[in-house]
């Protein structure tokens, strides 16, 4: 009843194609024109902030503020190459930061010799066998089953075989979360430029220019998640009494939470001319991704803490690993493909 109700809420009324004038192609390349602008005041300002004195400003806070806009430039000029080079190059550019971000999770903490040959088939084999799944597009969507089954049921075998039983289940479990968090999760969010979207009518959201209406909806998902994470941030400084978690994160706290929810649904209202979905269906989905971006920061934080570091590795220089940067796009890319997946496709 429940999922009836909600299934009737969010498909309601779906915004007609002929709302808007300006073609999909357009409409994605005027957002990305925005978010130029953004990165390239935040820099400025960022350069203002490193000028002015320590006395009036918190340094740590000055560096962590400068190094996520650097970090934003990175990610932006990653999406952008993706969507220009299409589907098929979108998906190998995102396989490539899942085997990245995978190695970083992997090298954290140190490995057994009997773990190499399992790690050999997750970092060569699975990693890539995940994206080309993806790339396929089957009408079955097998990407979407196929890996966890598959590394659930090997990984702890291979490493059995090994004949190696210190720390076994503590190893073989370090290796299953990194392949469901960097692989499987992050793989729903090339996803999106294969799903066929349609409206309430049962007609095509974007017919004839599906791939550029696709590209528009992944970079809302990626700008949405990105900016949730600097708001979060920043909130939490300016506002922030209650830390959630003061042992795992000292930044993450209730009213930056609720604060940041409430401005990805304002924000993700303004953007919702670039998906499917009305602008009230833009604010909850964008609240949905604000509160799984969260939780994505929130657990790598642990596991962070667990193993005593402070980042995941060291992209380049100014930069935090790319795990750190892309944790919140791995819990929420799988949620956000489900919902229009389930909500918005015929």
Not at 29 to 44: D, E, Q, R, T, Y
Not at 75 to 83: K, N, R
Not at 105 to 112: A, E, L, Y
Not at 230 to 252: C, E, H, P, Y
Request: charged fraction near 15%; aromatic fraction near 12%; glycine fraction near 8%.
């Amino acid at each position: 009843m429940l999922i009836d109700t909600l299934h009737l809420l969010l498909t309601g009324y779906i915004q007609e194609s002929s709302t808007y004038s300006l073609p999909f192609e357009k409409r994605t390349a005027w957002l990305i024109a925005a978010v130029m602008i953004l990165l390239i005041i935040g820099s400025l300002i960022g350069k203002l902030l490193e000028r002015s004195s320590e006395e009036r400003l918190n340094s740590a806070v000055v560096r962590s503020f400068n190094q996520r806009i650097r970090s934003w430039w990175l990610m932006c000029a990653i999406l952008i190459a993706g969507l220009v080079i299409g589907q098929a190059g979108t998906v190998v550019l995102f396989g490539m930061i899942a085997f990245w971000a995978l190695r970083e999770f992997i090298t954290m903490t140190p490995t057994r010799r009997g773990d190499h040959r399992a790690l050999f088939w997750v970092l060569i084999i699975f990693t890539p066998m995940q994206f080309v799944l993806v790339g396929l597009n089957d009408d079955g969507k097998i990407f979407k089953f196929l890996l966890p089954i598959i590394a659930a049921l090997f990984v702890p075998m291979r490493i059995a075989l090994a004949n190696d039983e210190k720390r076994y289940l503590e190893r073989s479990a370090k290796i299953l979360i990194g392949i469901l968090i960097c692989v499987y999760a992050l793989s729903f969010a090339p996803a999106l430029l294969y799903l066929e979207i349609f409206d309430s009518a049962g007609k095509p959201w974007s017919t004839g220019d599906a791939l550029s209406a696709n590209k528009g909806l992944l970079f809302f998902f990626v700008l949405i998640t990105q900016l949730n994470d600097v708001m979060q941030f920043g909130w939490g400084k300016l506002i922030g009494r209650n830390l959630i978690a003061d042992r795992i994160n000292t930044s993450r706290t209730v009213e930056g939470v609720i604060a940041a929810a409430a401005s990805s649904a304002l924000l993700g209202a303004l953007f919702s001319w670039v998906t499917p979905f009305t602008f009230w269906q833009s604010a909850i989905i964008a609240v949905v991704i604000s509160l799984t971006g969260f939780a994505g920061g929130i657990t790598m934080s642990a596991i962070k803490r667990d193993r005593g570091v402070k980042d995941f590795g060291t992209l380049l220089q100014g930069h935090a690993g790319i795990l750190d940067r892309i944790d919140s796009l791995c819990f929420a890319a799988p949620v956000f493909y489900l919902i229009t997946e389930f909500f918005f496709t015929g």
